[in-house]
């Protein structure tokens, strides 16, 4: 210490005068102690943060490694792979020692201890080279059945690395909440990917209503007009109709008429947009089979009106779409009240992810989301409903036995749903199609019907199909019915209304996590599994 301070002195004593060595000697001999308080003020401050890091990292592995109690290397695997994730080698030049793992099965908890040192700065000067602190936690698993709807943003603009990054961040998730045991208490998690809508797969027709078959046409005379027998068409005058598998008379096939003077059993053809006969005197003779197909909203072929006034036809996808009328922000059955169904416009796809009913299979559910392609627009507002539906037991009697969800207020039962999005709702629905009123990003003018959204808001949100104002209802909604909702907000920084969504449909603030990058969406993920699962600290 005495050669330090003849080492500022005699720098001092170089830059000031003789007269003023007095002073030189003075802020020499004060310099040393301003250093070393510095210095333990530095020094300590980075102590803190290192055990705030170490401590937090403990509690996250033993949460993850709580969840395999039964299995004891993959505990102690999942304990390793969190204790690194949060803390990782080398932080801020820290040597670890740790952590132990001491695991009491009577009791039924993990104990974890680990220490850290690292290197000081400037307390070296007072001769501490070194600083170590110690962390240990204490978790015990808690008896609760959980049923967890994991609510998936797979839009187009999760497409890259944010799509790689969702798939690591659900699969962890699913790996903290799903217990290996399921007895005496099961762990379920259900799948919503969404995007344009949200794909059903097998349950659609079941969910917003069969498809009718084509009528079989028996004949199609050479006439005009051209008079068509269809036993039991059902069809009314000014129907429009498409006509396609005729043999024989092949002039009809694919195209779009008007029906004319119907009978029970027969009608005539007319043009579709002027009304004119269809003169079939020219055309080959009618042999055999031919299907007529109906072309309004529920039909095979929907054929409508765009936002441009031109006519467009699609075919159903097997995707839901928002429920209207006066269950849409209810989750009545489907046997009740039909969700909508979904007209896909070709560049806006119904998502090839299906939705998977909850299951503790923890390979399946991983599978399913390894599967994960991003593309179309948001519809929001359906992965939302569709999080309510999975483990709503109104919903559960189109599930298998295992998938059904229990009844609301069921002892010892947690119903929670998870709502992820990395950006606006914008995709409203009328009669199954895109309405013209859906928000930038939801496709042109030429696949849009030419109607507002059925359950659309203008006046309070113009230029997106309500589906903000959907969102809110369905999430106020299930949280009257008792379900817990947290939500991550993936990238979403200045999007006022993915904002709003976030924090609004959330249970509480608490239940609010914002990630910007892959590192703080699993961040996000770990966090939100370790509440789910139910496990506590206990020390």
Same mark, same amino acid.
């Given at each position: 210490?005495?050669? =330090?301070?003849?080492?500022?002195?005699?720098?001092?004593?170089?830059?000031?005068?003789?007269?003023?060595?007095?002073?030189?000697?003075?802020?020499?001999?004060?310099?040393?102690?301003?250093?070393?308080?510095?210095?333990?003020?530095?020094?300590?401050?980075?102590?803190?943060?290192?055990?705030?890091?170490?401590?937090?990292?403990?509690?996250?592995?033993?949460?993850?490694?709580?969840?395999?109690?039964?299995?004891?290397? &993959?505990?102690?695997?999942?304990?390793?792979?969190?204790?690194?994730?949060?803390?990782?080698?080398?932080?801020?030049?820290?040597?670890?020692?740790?952590?132990?793992?001491?695991?009491?099965?009577?009791?039924?908890?993990?104990?974890?201890?680990?220490?850290?040192?690292?290197?000081? %700065?400037?307390?070296?000067?007072?001769?501490?080279?070194?600083?170590?602190?110690?962390?240990?936690?204490?978790?015990?698993?808690?008896? =609760?059945?959980?049923?967890?709807?994991?609510?998936?943003?797979?839009?187009?603009?999760?497409?890259?690395?944010?799509?790689?990054?969702?798939?690591?961040?659900?699969?962890?998730? =699913?790996?903290?909440?799903?217990?290996?045991?399921? %007895?005496?208490?099961?762990?379920?998690?259900?799948?919503?990917?969404?995007?344009?809508?949200?794909?059903?797969?097998?349950?659609?027709?079941?969910?917003?209503?069969?498809?009718?078959?084509?009528?079989?046409?028996?004949?199609?005379?050479?006439?005009?007009?051209?008079? =068509?027998?269809?036993?039991?068409?059902?069809?009314?005058?000014?129907? &429009?109709?498409?006509?396609?598998?005729?043999?024989?008379?092949?002039?009809?096939?694919?195209?779009?008429?008007?029906?004319?003077?119907?009978?029970?059993?027969?009608?005539?053809?007319?043009?579709?947009?002027?009304?004119?006969?269809?003169?079939?005197?020219?055309?080959?003779?009618?042999?055999?089979?031919?299907?007529?197909?109906?072309?309004?909203?529920? *039909?095979?072929?929907?054929?409508?009106?765009?936002?441009?006034?031109?006519?467009?036809?699609?075919?159903?996808?097997?995707?839901?779409?928002?429920?209207?009328?006066?269950?849409?922000?209810?989750?009545?059955?489907? %046997?009740?009240?039909?969700?909508?169904?979904?007209?896909?416009?070709?560049?806006?796809? *119904?998502?090839?992810?299906?939705?998977?009913?909850?299951?503790?299979?923890?390979?399946?559910? &991983?599978?399913?989301?390894?599967?994960?392609?991003?593309?179309?627009?948001?519809?929001?507002?359906?992965?939302?409903?569709?999080?309510?539906?999975?483990?709503?037991?109104?919903?559960?009697?189109?599930?298998?036995?295992?998938?059904?969800?229990?009844?609301?207020?069921?002892?010892?039962?947690?119903?929670?749903?998870?709502?992820?999005?990395?950006?606006?709702?914008?995709?409203?629905?009328?009669?199954?199609?895109?309405?013209?009123?859906?928000?930038?990003?939801?496709?042109?003018?030429?696949?849009?019907?030419?109607?507002?959204?059925?359950?659309?808001?203008?006046?309070?949100?113009?230029?997106?199909?309500?589906?903000?104002?959907?969102?809110?209802?369905?999430?106020?909604?299930? &949280?009257?019915?008792?379900?817990?909702?947290?939500?991550?907000?993936?990238?979403?920084?200045?999007?006022?209304?993915?904002?709003?969504?976030?924090?609004? *449909?959330?249970?509480?603030?608490?239940?609010?996590?914002?990630?910007?990058?892959?590192?703080?969406?699993?961040?996000?993920?770990?966090?939100?599994?370790?509440?789910? %699962?139910?496990?506590?600290?206990?020390?």
């Amino acid at each position: 210490m005495k050669r =330090v301070v003849e080492i500022i002195h005699n720098a001092l004593f170089g830059v000031v005068q003789d007269r003023r060595g007095g002073i030189a000697t003075f802020l020499a001999a004060t310099i040393i102690p301003l250093v070393a308080f510095t210095g333990l003020a530095v020094d300590t401050a980075r102590g803190y943060l290192m055990k705030s890091r170490l401590s937090y990292a403990l509690d996250s592995a033993a949460l993850a490694g709580g969840r395999h109690m039964d299995d004891p290397v &993959k505990r102690d695997l999942m304990i390793d792979k969190f204790f690194h994730a949060n803390f990782p080698d080398n932080y801020m030049g820290a040597t670890i020692t740790g952590p132990t793992v001491v695991v009491n099965p009577g009791n039924n908890t993990i104990t974890l201890d680990a220490s850290a040192s690292m290197s000081t %700065s400037l307390m070296r000067v007072l001769g501490v080279n070194n600083m170590e602190v110690g962390g240990n936690t204490e978790v015990k698993l808690s008896s =609760v059945n959980l049923e967890v709807s994991l609510v998936l943003d797979i839009t187009g603009s999760m497409g890259g690395q944010p799509i790689i990054d969702l798939r690591e961040a659900a699969k962890d998730l =699913v790996d903290i909440i799903v217990k290996d045991s399921q %007895s005496p208490h099961y762990s379920k998690v259900a799948l919503v990917p969404y995007a344009a809508g949200v794909n059903v797969g097998a349950f659609a027709a079941q969910v917003r209503g069969a498809i009718p078959p084509a009528k079989p046409m028996s004949n199609a005379t050479k006439t005009n007009p051209v008079a =068509v027998s269809a036993t039991s068409h059902g069809f009314a005058d000014n129907d &429009k109709v498409y006509v396609n598998g005729v043999s024989g008379m092949w002039q009809l096939n694919n195209k779009f008429f008007s029906v004319d003077d119907p009978t029970a059993n027969t009608f005539e053809l007319r043009n579709e947009s002027n009304s004119s006969n269809i003169d079939g005197s020219g055309y080959s003779n009618y042999s055999s089979d031919g299907n007529i197909w109906c072309t309004v909203t529920g *039909c095979q072929y929907f054929r409508f009106t765009n936002a441009n006034d031109d006519l467009q036809t699609f075919q159903p996808s097997t995707c839901a779409t928002e429920r209207t009328g006066a269950d849409a922000y209810t989750d009545v059955a489907p %046997s009740t009240a039909l969700v909508g169904i979904h007209y896909p416009a070709p560049n806006n796809p *119904c998502p090839a992810s299906e939705i998977v009913p909850l299951t503790s299979d923890k390979t399946l559910l &991983k599978d399913a989301i390894d599967d994960f392609d991003a593309l179309g627009s948001t519809a929001g507002q359906t992965g939302i409903a569709w999080g309510w539906y999975m483990i709503s037991p109104n919903f559960g009697y189109l599930w298998p036995a295992d998938s059904q969800p229990a009844a609301y207020g069921a002892d010892e039962l947690l119903k929670v749903a998870i709502i992820m999005t990395d950006g606006e709702f914008n995709t409203g629905y009328a009669d199954g199609v895109v309405a013209q009123d859906s928000g930038s990003g939801s496709g042109s003018n030429s696949y849009k019907i030419d109607k507002d959204a059925t359950n659309g808001v203008a006046a309070q949100h113009a230029g997106h199909g309500s589906s903000y104002s959907q969102a809110l209802q369905l999430c106020a909604a299930m &949280k009257t019915a008792g379900i817990l909702i947290y939500t991550v907000g993936f990238n979403i920084g200045g999007l006022t209304e993915a904002e709003d969504i976030i924090e609004l *449909c959330a249970t509480d603030p608490s239940y609010v996590y914002m990630a910007d990058g892959g590192t703080e969406l699993a961040a996000a993920f770990q966090a939100i599994a370790v509440n789910v %699962s139910q496990l506590r600290l206990s020390k």
